[in-house]
């Protein structure tokens, strides 16, 4: 009886939707990777979905800065510990959730055995829980959760319109690339002075993956610089809700609607799931 419940439960799990792993990273800091993260994951929950972001800027993490909302429990608690997964969810106003990561995740690669194991159940748990898994990557490209980018179903780099950040933005994807060639990648261009030089600048970067790497991107389009998102930072706000008749909220809200109608309409190829993936990682270890 046991050994026939346990298989419907798996069977269970099998046919469910699960969340929509998603990492956002950038090529250099300073381009609003982290305040992004933060209101496109209140946005996907003011339209209704169930959203955790996750802060894996390893040793910088400002998520709990950004919202005001600070945790004493960390993942690395639910690791060395004996609670669940969910003890160390915080609820935030915004109508999402987030979850520290603490600074222990930039040694991965040396867990034991038990640590990998409750991190697999808890992301499990996590994926059927909630319809999307945000992932706020550190800057740049580097071996500290890197396993973690690998895995996600699509990965969203921030970039500005300056020279330096769209060469770092595109070394960030053809790193990840050269890995893994079939992962999705959105691009975002932050805080441009007038529409044309956003434009311009995702361009460049989708263009030079099409010529030189023989890959498509999925444009997500331009945020506009905005006095209102400086002072919503200093409110510890999301902009999107202290000021949602800004023009950075407004434009922000209108590419969320196109983002999720276009994951609606999205027809999915049998892929491994996030957490097949990040397991397959460890095994590789």
């Given at each position: 009886m046991d050994q026939a419940?346990?298989?419907?439960?798996?069977?269970?799990?099998?046919?469910?939707?699960?969340?929509?792993?998603?990492?956002?990273?950038?090529?250099?800091?300073?381009?609003?990777?982290?305040?992004?993260?933060?209101?496109?994951?209140?946005?996907?929950?003011?339209?209704?979905?169930?959203?955790?972001?996750m802060d894996m800027d390893i040793g910088m993490g400002n998520v709990h800065i950004l919202l005001g909302a600070s945790s004493d429990q960390n993942i690395l608690h639910y690791l060395e510990g004996d609670g669940s997964i969910e003890d160390v969810i915080v609820e935030v106003e915004g109508g999402f959730s987030?979850?520290?990561?603490?600074?222990?995740?930039?040694?991965?690669?040396?867990?034991?055995?038990?640590?990998?194991t409750r991190l697999m159940d808890g992301f499990n748990v996590l994926q059927q829980n909630y319809d999307y898994l945000i992932f706020d990557m550190g800057a740049g490209a580097s071996e500290n959760g890197l396993e973690l980018i690998m895995a996600a179903d699509e990965v969203i780099v921030i970039t500005t319109g300056e020279p330096t950040s769209i060469m770092d933005a595109y070394s960030m994807m053809k790193f990840i690339h050269m890995r893994d060639h079939d992962k999705s990648f959105a691009l975002l261009c932050n805080r441009v002075m007038n529409p044309e030089e956003g434009k311009v600048a995702l361009s460049r970067l989708s263009s030079a993956m099409n010529k030189f790497l023989n890959k498509d991107v999925r444009i997500l389009g331009s945020l506009p610089e905005d006095p209102y998102v400086r002072r919503s930072v200093i409110s510890q706000t999301p902009f999107t809700k202290l000021y949602p008749d800004s023009p950075a909220s407004k434009t922000l809200k209108n590419m969320v609607q196109a983002y999720v109608a276009h994951n609606n309409e999205e027809v999915h190829s049998v892929k491994p799931r996030f957490t097949e993936r990040l397991s397959a990682f460890f095994r590789r270890k």
């Open positions: 419940e346990t298989l419907r439960q798996k069977m269970l799990y099998m046919n469910k939707p699960l969340a929509k792993a998603i990492a956002v990273v950038s090529g250099k800091g300073g381009v609003g990777k982290s305040n992004f993260s933060i209101n496109f994951a209140s946005e996907l929950a003011t339209k209704g979905h169930k959203v955790l972001l987030y979850i520290s990561g603490g600074s222990g995740l930039n040694k991965m690669v040396e867990w034991k055995d038990l640590e990998i």
